[in-house]
């Protein structure tokens, strides 16, 4: 299994923080692995608590499907979702603000924000993969 390394992952948080810190959002950006578990994770200074496991739980979910967390909105209260909710103690998000990270095609983890809106949460992810030389789209 191919996963994301330290340090990319660092690149997207930083160029995910700086962009929302150029937008005025205070943020906290989570990246995972494939299988969803945490490979570094990020508050900025005045960020509200909650953020850093809001962030992860976008992240899981996009891992967990190789898609935008957006794209399971619609379908967050079908069983299925509702059960790996339920499943993961709360910890799969299905809510806009995470992105899948590949390279070649290849999924390598997922970034999450949380703390502006789910699209700034999301922006901020998307400078970040870019800037990593990555991408959220296979």
């Keep these: 299994m ?3 390394s330290l340090s990319e992952a660092q690149q997207v ?4 923080l700086a962009q929302a810190d150029s ?3 205070l943020l906290s950006i989570s990246v995972v692995d494939p299988r969803g578990d945490l490979i570094a994770m990020a508050r900025m200074d005045g960020a509200l608590w909650r953020t850093p496991p809001l ?3 976008k ?3 996009s891992a967990c499907f190789g898609r935008s967390s957006g794209e399971m909105t619609d379908n967050s209260q079908a069983p299925f979702m509702r059960a790996l909710m339920e499943q993961l103690d709360g910890n799969f998000i299905p809510g806009q ?3 899948p990270i590949f390279r070649d095609g ?7 924000g949380s703390g502006g809106t789910s699209l700034e949460d999301e922006d901020a992810v998307r400078a970040g993969i870019e800037s990593a030389g990555l991408s959220a789209s296979a």
């Design 2 to 4: 191919s996963v994301i």
């Design 13 to 16: 948080i930083d160029a995910g």
């Design 23 to 25: 937008a005025g959002v």
């Design 55 to 57: 962030s992860r739980g």
């Design 59 to 61: 992240a899981l979910a």
């Design 97 to 99: 603000g995470a992105l």
């Design 106 to 112: 290849v999924l390598l983890g997922a970034a999450g």
